[in-house]
Structure formats: structure tokens, C-alpha cells
């Protein structure tokens, strides 16, 4: 009971934001700083949780957010709802083991019926990826529309490279306007102002090091002989960086410091540097230019091995309203860059969380389809598991019941937040369901009236309610399956003759 109420706990901090009439939270740590967020994934990884059955949960949803980028709120909402039926059922004097049995046969009816009811992306231009993308997106068409043009650039084979992730395209910058374009933004400046802004034609080296000589520890350092080979290094170093300016490179990045001498010489020669690339940044260049990393001790390479090393770009540019450079027309892997405007440094991160969510909602589409959206499917789901609570015997049949209550949970709580009586509603849809056979068919939120969300154009990826079902399903299991919490002793708690001491609070 303890385990279920933090669970509650946690569920009820993230329902009401779905749906379109879903609410934001404000979220406030101890210096009194303000984060509000209509993103479930944002709310469970700010807010402060000590309880486990709560972290396990909360753990539970950023695997969803890792896996699909998508879905937070309905793994939460549904994880909470099964823990919740479970328990009831329990309390009735239900065994465990027959709840779980019963909840693993629900959750296997209804992932095949997930699937049944899926309906195929036809390709890329598939208009049904923009309303995807504008539910996804909270209903922001210009979001939406960035998101459309960059799968068009992008072209169908890379989206469906599973190892590709559309949303790591995504950038959001204070004072930007909304923009797509082949290339990857460099979230800084130049090493200094006397480099050149502009390039054309570059040959790009990538240094996924610091651009600075070996290193040398003090006390060698203090010695004759660890002083020449001081000396021997700072030669070679120079001895590098001019074999650097011979084979033409105009654009050096470089994950570390950038050593003196090193930024002297190559701002005389009109190279670009630009110095502690983030890692995530200087892969997605190196892999856009078609170069390869190289570490410092790679540049004593002779020029026509180094040369294997470079990549290749049109243009570079430095844009010094926005603090960042843009990387354009690599010779590698092509990738576009969604870039996403802000007004205020307030807005930038949750601009940015929503159109990751849109991009990872569209990409997962084109994987797995799609299904209506608006608690519709989980309905017409709930039904095919109620019928199949009929071919099972005993008191399993009990935990079928959970899984059935709990797939009617994300339209009771759409419209709840709407405004309306959630148990009527429901009824309403599950009537009008199976009088029409449609599973389509959910609550219009601005009218309460019963339509077809595919005509509505509220659709969902099928992969993400797949994912978050199944997510919900273990963390349930596993919640639902502890009988007793014993408090660890500490890995050095040891009594004074060596042996180990070992204690329960009760």
C-alpha cells in the first residue's frame, strides 16, 4: 500500500497535462526558481522523489523517453493506474501471483491488439506526419512544420536508420527564427575576432583532444633532462601546427584548450578555430564533414596520412547575434538542423522539449505507424481485453480487469481535464464504439461531443502507446510483486572484530 500510494503520488503529478486542455506545472527548487512545463518527462526528472517504488517509476518513463522520445505522461498515467487496480484487487483478497498472471495475459491481448489496429505511414510525405507532429507538438503549427521539412530533407532512409534520432536535430535559440537547413550548428564562437567569420570551401580537421602540446609533470620538469624533452615537445607542437596550415585546413575544432602558440599561428594563417565543442556537437560534424577524430598525438601523422583525417564543407559561418557557427553542405553524412526560435531565454528549453517530442512522435511513426489518438484506441483496446477475460479461468481473470481499467485511464483523464464528467464520457464513447465499430472515436474536448479522431486529425505513433503499455506493465509487475522493505546496511558498517553487522528497522 505504501509502494501504490507513492506511485499515486507520482501519476497524479503529470495527469493533468494531457490532453489539449491539459494544464502546465510549476516546478521550484529551494533558491526559488521557476521551471513551467506542460511536459510530463520535464516534470519527473525536476521533481524532488526519495521514495523507491516513486524513482522506479519515474525511471520507468525515461526509458520511454529514451527509447521512443515520446509517451512520459501515458507510461506514467497508465503505471499508476495498474498499480492502483492491482492493489484493489489485492485488498479483495485476490493473491498476488494470480494478479500478475492476469496482468501479464491482459498486457499480451492487448499489445497484439495495439498492433492489429495500427495503420501503416505510406512515406515521408504522408500528410498524416504533420498532424502527428502538431498534436506531438502541443498544437504549435510552427513547430509542426519545421519538423515536416526536415524529414523532406532529411529523406526516408535516414529516418528509418534506427541508430538516427530526428529530435538530436533539434536546437532552440533565444532571438532565432524558426529555420531548417542541411548542415549543424556549433553551439559557439571563434577563438578570437581576428579569425575569419566566413569560409568557403573548407577543409575541416577535427580534434577530439586539446590542441596544445604533450604534457610534461613538474617534477620531470625540474629535472636537465625532462627540461629538453620540454623543449623537444614545444618544437614538435610548432612543427604540427605548420603541417596543419600546408595541407590548407581553414577550420579547426577542437574538444579541448587551444594552446597559445597554436592560436597565434593559426589566426596569422586565417584558420577558423573554435575550441571545446561539446562532444555531441563535434560528432555530428566530424560525421557531416566526413572526417575523422583525431587526437593530438595523431598530428606528427605524415600530410598524406593526416589527409584521410579531414572533411569537407561549402561554407562555414560564425553568427554573432545567435553566439554560434554554422556548419553547411559537409561532404559526409547529410543532416539538417531544426532550428527553433524563442522570444525569451525563459521559453527556450520548453520550445526546445517540444519539438524534440514532435520529431521523435513523427520518426517513430514512420516506423510503426499510427493509431487515433485522444484515449480513443486504449478504449477500443480495453474492450478486446474484456472479451478476453471470458477464455480465462479462475481468479487470473481478475488481473485482466486491472489492465481493461487501466487502458480506460487516458481518456477518463483527457476529460477530466477538459472540463467534463469522465465517467459518463467514457460510457458515451464505449457505447457509440461498439454500436458503430469504430475505434476511432473518442471526446471532441471543445464540444464533449463523440467523433472519429482520424477525422478530427488527432493521431498518435503506435510504437509510443506499444512502449509505454509494455513499461507500465513491468513497473506494475514489480511494484506489485515486493511484500517487504528492509532497509540496506552500509557497505563499510562493520563491528569491531572485522565481522559484518547486519540489522532490519522495523
Known sequence: MTNATAVQAIAAAVEGTIGPKGLDTMLVDRFGDVTITNAGVTILDKMEVNHPAARMLINTAKAQQEEIGDGTTTTTIL?????????????????VARVIEGLR??????????????????????????RIAYVAGRENEDIADLVVRALALIGPEKIQDRAFKLADTVVAQEGAANE????VIIDKQRLNKQMPKELSDVKVLVVDD????????????????????????????????????????????????????????????????????????????????GARTVKRSGLSKAKEDLARYLGQAERVIEDEKLE??????????????????????????????????????VQAATWGGYVPGGGAVELAVARDVERARETVKGMAAYGLDCVSSA???PLAQIVANAGFNPLEKVEDVLAAQAEREDDSLAI??????????????????????IHALKAAGEVAEAILRIDTIIKKKDEDDKTTDGKQMRSIDL
Do not use: W
Not at 471532441?444 to 482520424?454: F, K, Q, Y
Open 79 to 95: 503505471s499508476g493506474a495498474l498499480v492502483t487496480e492491482g492493489l484493489n484487487q489485492v485488498l479483495r483478497g485476490v493473491p
Open 105 to 130: 495475459a491482459g498486457l499480451r491481448v492487448a499489445l497484439k491488439s495495439f498492433e492489429h489496429r495500427s495503420r501503416p505511414v505510406q512515406d515521408i510525405q504522408d500528410p498524416i506526419l504533420r
Open 180 to 183: 531548417v537547413f542541411m548542415g
Open 210 to 289: 586539446a590542441l596544445e602540446p604533450e604534457e610534461i609533470e613538474d617534477e620531470a620538469l625540474a629535472t636537465e633532462a625532462g627540461f629538453t624533452r620540454y623543449l623537444q615537445l614545444q618544437r614538435e607542437f610548432k612543427i604540427n601546427i605548420e603541417k596543419i596550415i600546408d595541407m590548407g585546413v581553414n577550420l579547426v575544432l577542437v574538444d579541448r584548450g587551444v594552446h597559445d602558440l597554436a592560436e597565434e599561428m593559426l589566426t596569422d594563417a586565417n584558420v577558423m578555430v573554435v575550441s571545446r565543442v561539446a562532444a555531441r556537437e563535434l560528432r555530428r560534424a566530424a560525421e557531416h564533414c
Open 324 to 361: 554560434q557557427i554554422r556548419i553547411l553542405g559537409g561532404a559526409g553524412k547529410p543532416m539538417a538542423t531544426i532550428l527553433v526560435g524563442a522570444a525569451t531565454a525563459e521559453v527556450v528549453g520548453e520550445r526546445q522539449r517540444i519539438a524534440k517530442d514532435a520529431a521523435s512522435a
Open 407 to 409: 487502458l480506460r485511464r
Open 444 to 465: 471532441n474536448c471543445d464540444t464533449g461531443e463523440v467523433v472519429s479522431m482520424l477525422e478530427l486529425g488527432v493521431v498518435d505513433p503506435t510504437l509510443v502507446k
